[in-house]
């Protein structure tokens, strides 16, 4: 079992539904920490980053070819509601963020891919 990889996919899981908090508060107020570029940028956020320094016995997994890519379009998904929430488009950034949205649906897809490869992983 890799550790480092346990522990970077369990603070990933927590920082990404943080996400959703971050953009209802950007809907409300219109304002954010971040811009649309920087959010879209997968690369940007301490997940992002692991990713990209693993070493290669990691990065031939499925596992890291999966989450790598639904990481890459949960930043995309979640840079498009952001975009509409400082457009100042509440009513279209909330829908966004409905039920059966991209944006929930590639987070839960996230999320599902990282516990099997968490779950791969400790079988190993």
């Known amino acids: 079992m890799n550790q480092g990889l346990q522990t970077e996919i369990k603070a990933a899981i927590g920082a990404h539904g943080m996400w959703k908090a971050r ?8 304002v954010a920490q971040q811009t649309v570029a920087e959010v879209k940028d997968d690369r940007r956020c301490q997940f992002g980053k692991w990713l990209g320094s693993v ?3 990691t990065r031939s997994s499925a ?7 639904l990481h890459a379009q949960f930043h995309s998904t979640a840079s ?6 400082l457009a100042g488009k509440k009513l ?3 829908k966004a963020m409905d039920p059966g ?3 929930v649906s590639t ?9 099997a490869w968490a779950k791969d992983d400790a079988s190993r």
């Open 92 to 94: 279209e950034a909330s």
């Open 107 to 115: 987070s839960m897809n996230l999320v599902k891919a990282l516990l």
């Open 101 to 103: 949205s991209d944006y």
């Open 80 to 85: 498009r509601v952001l975009g509409l929430a």
């Open 23 to 30: 953009l209802y508060a950007a809907i409300q107020t219109g």
């Open 63 to 69: 596992g890291y070819k999966k989450c790598s890519d």
């Open 55 to 57: 070493d290669a016995q």
